[in-house]
Every structure is written in C-alpha cells, then in structure tokens.
C-alpha cells in the first residue's frame, strides 16, 4: 500500500505499541518511520529549525493519502515525539514558502494505533486526534487499540488488526 504511511512514536521501539504498529506494516508491507530516530527540534516561533529532519519527512508524508500516526497513550496523550512532530506540522500553516504545501493534507485520511491499559483508548487522547485532523482539512478513518494491561499479546489482535487494515 504506497500511498500509506506509519508514523512511529514511543519510548520503546519494539515494545507493545511497536509489536501492534509492526503486525500492521507487516500486512500492508510497509517500512514504519520511527520519529523517535529522526532530528526533529520543537515548534519555534522564529523558526530557527529548518535544517532539521522535519521537512523532508514531511515531503513523505505529504506524498500519501493515508497517515498513520502510532503512539502509545502516556497521561492521555500521545507521546513527546509524536507530540513535537504534530506541533512542527504548524511550519506548514504560519511559513509562506510551506503553506501550499501544507493544505497538501486536505483530504487526506489519518489513523491512529495506540496502545494502553484497557480495552478502549481514552477519549482525550482520540479526539485529539480527531480535532487536529479536522483543522486540518483530514478525514479521520479509524483507530485500532490494543489493551497491554498484560503486554501485547498478537493472537488477540489478529482480527482487530484486520478490520483496521480494511478501512484504509
């Protein structure tokens, strides 16, 4: 699936929400982008970061119709490098040069993996998501979550897993 990708955030690569982003990209044959490993400096109001890995990441993202953004749920948010990463997507919306590119992202559709310690993800935590894709002309496709109160356990997600695959 090109037109896809998966945006990665947490502490811990292969830990439970790496295990569930994995078993995704596994069906879709896709790479995940783990934002933890690239260079990608807090939202600056003088924009002094230009030079860091955000843009040309951004080039990527802005290529495809469907993003995929995995965070596991840390006090009912995403995580710190999920978090700067959604901030610097404001580049796109104050800088003259970026602003066509930014409504790039109109229309496109965003998804969320997220895991956490119950069978449901925490409505702040969604609807963060929900919000920010309507500011920003996305359509929100659908979210799988997965309850690691025990860790990950795959077999129970099989399914799950399926029926998020087929809403992209």
């Keep these: ?17 790496g295990q569930l982003t994995d078993a995704v990209a596994s069906e879709l044959e896709l790479d995940v982008i783990d934002l933890g490993e690239k260079d990608i400096s807090a939202f600056d109001y003088e ?26 749920i840390y006090w009912y948010s995403v995580s710190p490098p999920m978090k ?3 901030d610097r997507i404001s580049d796109y919306l104050d ?3 970026l602003l066509e ?7 496109k559709k965003g998804y ?15 609807n963060a998501f929900r919000e920010t894709f309507s500011y ?3 359509d929100f496709g659908g979210f799988i979550n997965a309850n690691c109160s025990n860790g ?17």
């Design 84 to 86: 700067t990463f959604i």
């Design 101 to 107: 590119k930014g409504r790039k992202l109109r229309g």
């Design 152 to 168: 990950y356990k795959a077999q129970l997600y099989e399914n799950d897993i399926r029926t998020f695959i087929e809403q992209l």
């Design 136 to 138: 920003l002309g996305m």
């Design 47 to 72: 924009h002094r970061n230009r030079s860091d890995d955000f843009e040309p990441l951004m080039e990527k993202v802005l290529s495809v119709e469907n993003i995929i953004f995995a965070s596991p």
């Design 1 to 17: 699936m090109s037109s896809t990708i998966i945006l990665f955030a947490s502490s811990r690569r292969n830990g439970n929400t």
């Design 95 to 97: 800088l003259p040069d």
């Design 112 to 126: 969320v993996i997220c895991t956490c310690i119950s069978d449901s993800p925490d409505e702040p935590f969604i």
